[in-house]
């Protein structure tokens, strides 16, 4: 019997189909081999791949549009953000304000592209001597026409720092949410990026990832009834909600201002669930640009041209900081952030 709480179930791909205020999401799985003295594969690993557009799994990875460090070399952004969860392996960041950083094994990176800005994301492969296992989930945050033209940013939520809440249901069955933002009962995520639409409690953006113990009941709290949710069941069995059996690798949209009582199968069950409330304004996307109108797409790709978004300060356009160099952040303003 269909469950009143489920609006809809999609397939996950490569891009997994989310709700206003989210534009997009992606799910990176890459069991990528060991590294060279250029922390990127053997080049010999690299034949028979499309280089530049290798988006198809080949011996269990992808270089992605990298040639030599599986990533993506330079490229612009305006009009919204990326919310990047490194669940496994390390990024490392460069831009056109000449900011940087390595992060990764749980660690956050809330980056508003607002006004326009390049950046860079790579995946080095740091282990010489074994497999270098990456895992992530890159979402888009839609900005409002509003903050549009906000200045560039990027956050750092460190692993260390993120709110983990544990739950134990009535048979011992643990669950663990990691609160990457919004809040649950009275334990609140760390503060996004500061024009973010997610900066406003009353938008109810929610980002967490949910890992469930096989048999673990655990109940979503309803939120208001303009709320877009969308449970991402990604890896594990299958999940029971309320009266119906959903395989994993699915896109589970419900109605978000009923309590949702989910109950994990026979394996170990990992989620993500994003909610929040639309914005309601035209959307006009070219690639990596996001605005309220064609007018503004194309003022978007002459600024681009003119001035580069402030141009590239990096030797490389694939930059990636010394192996030994660890976690760290280092902003416009200097300050240099190191784990």
Not at 47 to 58: A, E, L, M, W, Y
Not at 208 to 232: D, Y
Not at 309 to 336: L, S
Request: a negative charge.
């Amino acid at each position: 019997m269909e469950s009143n709480s489920i609006t809809s179930i999609k397939p996950l791909g490569f891009m997994w189909p989310v709700s206003n205020p989210f534009l997009f999401c992606a799910h990176h799985l890459d069991d990528f081999p060991a590294g060279n003295d250029d922390m990127g594969p053997e080049k010999l690993l690299l034949k028979g791949r499309n280089i530049g557009q290798d988006f198809t799994i080949k011996d269990g990875w992808r270089m992605y549009h990298g040639d030599t460090i599986p990533g993506f070399p330079a490229h612009p952004h305006r009009g919204f953000e990326t919310v990047t969860v490194v669940m496994k392996g390390l990024v490392d960041h460069a831009d056109s304000h000449g900011q940087a950083g390595r992060y990764g094994n749980g660690d956050v990176q809330w980056m508003t592209a607002g006004a326009g800005l390049q950046h860079s994301e790579m995946f080095p492969l740091l282990n010489k001597e074994s497999g270098n296992p990456t895992e992530m989930l890159q979402l888009w945050l839609n900005l409002p026409k509003a903050n549009k033209f906000a200045k560039p940013h990027f956050k750092m939520l460190w692993s260390e720092d993120i709110p983990l809440v544990n739950t134990t249901d009535e048979s011992g069955k643990t669950v663990e949410i990691n609160l990457i933002a919004g809040n649950l009962g009275d334990v609140a995520a760390l503060s996004p990026a500061p024009d973010s639409w997610a900066a406003d409690p009353e938008n109810e953006v929610t980002i967490w990832t949910i890992k469930m113990e096989p048999g673990a009941q655990w109940k979503i709290p309803a939120a208001s009834e303009q709320v877009n949710r969308t449970l991402f069941f990604y890896r594990g069995a299958t999940v029971k909600i309320e009266d119906q059996l959903i395989a994993s690798e699915q896109a589970i949209q419900v109605k978000a201002d009923q309590e949702l009582i989910i109950e994990n199968g026979t394996s170990e069950g990992f989620f993500l669930l994003l909610q929040g409330k639309p914005i309601n304004e035209p959307v006009v996307q070219y690639g990596p640009f996001v605005m309220n109108t064609n007018a503004e797409i194309q003022q978007a790709m002459h600024d681009y041209q003119r001035t580069e978004f402030g141009g590239w300060p990096w030797k490389r356009r694939d930059q990636v900081h010394p192996r030994e160099k660890g976690r760290f952040a280092r902003h416009q303003d200097g300050t240099e952030e190191i784990r």
